[in-house]
């Protein structure tokens, strides 16, 4: 059985199949993979950090170097554990020997932090927006193992899914109730709505798919008749910059909740299609997004360059969409992989 998540692939098969035994060999017979396990950090339970940028920036696109600094060194050993359940999660979809192996590191090395209950006390507005994307890269790898480990009993799995779904549903009373205008509707309202889709589909909550599907709606219907988002391009020359970073969750969240039913790509006159067709465009035009931000964009002013993870919610697009554009914009770039969307899209896509 293929497990890559085409579009002929329905992703509600394959949470149905999370508590499903896997038909694997022993561990003793995977010598070859004993290397695959994750040196798992210690659960990071409490978030309290400031925001990156200076206080004198409005549009919040001067970093500020000590407090971008404190951010990073907090977010670090979170990025680098999501990194690695990634690359591991991902051996274990490739197949052959170790497989099995990276199947139960992943899910071994989840329970640890699920059983700390860890993200849990998130002390600050920062903390608060910027953890759901980690969350979300874990519930991916998640997907990806799970079907295939062996290592945990269904009470295990429960604490997992128990512990992911209390932390998303958390999120998603933060954003609904009490995040900043700005943030309650960006970038990081469709992190945490990719969030709410990997971990309802893992959970089995529809209420974390609804609420998801609610997020890509409310984000990119906003996006105007070029499919630039205003709440992106209103941070002056880091615009583009975020507006790509929208992207990704916006694209993956539909691909993820289209075999669940929900048909967000059609939203609000195609909207998702309009913002993913912005990227190529600015890029093959600079005017286009200096126009809407009003300044010129780091991009095109050699302090950006933009990165191959960057577009790696082109493999989930190109699954379903033929887009000449795009498939174009993106070979030069491949392999396409990003943490936060589960690791090396091709494998999952």
């Known amino acids: 059985m293929s497990w890559k998540l085409a579009s002929t692939t329905t992703l509600s098969i394959l949470a149905a199949m999370l508590t499903a035994s896997a038909s694997f060999p022993a561990q003793g017979a995977e010598s070859e993979g004993e290397d695959a396990c994750i040196d798992v950090p210690e659960p990071v339970i ?11 920036s409005e549009d919040r696109s001067d970093y500020d170097a000590e407090a971008n600094r404190a951010v990073n060194e ?25 497989a099995l192996r990276a199947a139960n590191c992943v899910v071994e090395a989840i329970h640890v932090w699920a059983e700390a209950d860890a993200l849990s006390d998130l002390q600050t507005m920062n903390a608060q927006i910027s953890s759901p994307s980690r969350l979300g890269g874990m519930a991916l790898a998640y997907l990806q193992a799970a ?3 062996t290592a945990l009993t269904d009470e295990e799995r429960e604490t997992i899914t128990a512990w992911m779904r209390e932390r998303s549903l958390a999120s998603a009373r933060y954003f609904d109730e009490d995040a ?3 943030a309650s509707r960006n970038n990081l309202r469709a992190w945490a709505g990719l969030s709410a889709a ?16 609610t997020t890509v709606e409310l984000v990119a219907c906003e996006a105007d008749a070029d499919g630039a988002l205003p709440l992106e391009m209103g941070r002056g020359p880091l615009g583009l910059h975020y507006q790509v970073h929208a992207v990704a969750p916006l694209v993956v969240t539909s691909a993820l909740l289209q075999p669940e039913g929900y048909d967000l790509f059609e939203a609000c006159d195609g909207a998702v299609h309009r913002i993913v067709a912005f990227v190529p465009a600015a890029f093959a035009d600079p005017d286009l997004a200096t126009d809407k931000a009003g300044e010129p964009q780091t991009y095109f ?3 950006d360059e933009l990165q191959s993870y960057e577009l790696a919610w082109a493999e989930a697009y190109l699954s379903l969409f033929d887009d000449p554009v795009i498939a174009a914009f993106v070979e030069d770039f491949r392999p396409l992989s990003h943490s936060k ?4 899209q091709s494998l999952i896509w």
């Open 198 to 213: 990997a971990v309802g589909l893992a959970s089995g909550s529809e209420e974390l798919l609804d609420w998801a599907a």
């Open 74 to 98: 907090a977010l670090g050993p979170i990025d680098d554990f999501v990194s690695d359940l990634a690359r591991t999660a991902n051996r274990s979809i490739r197949g052959g020997a170790g």
């Open 301 to 303: 002013e050699g302090k």
């Open 341 to 344: 969307l589960g690791g090396r």
């Open 46 to 56: 409490t978030l309290s950090y400031g925001s990156r940028y200076t206080d004198e």
């Open 180 to 182: 900043p205008p700005g």
């Open 147 to 149: 079907p295939l480990a």
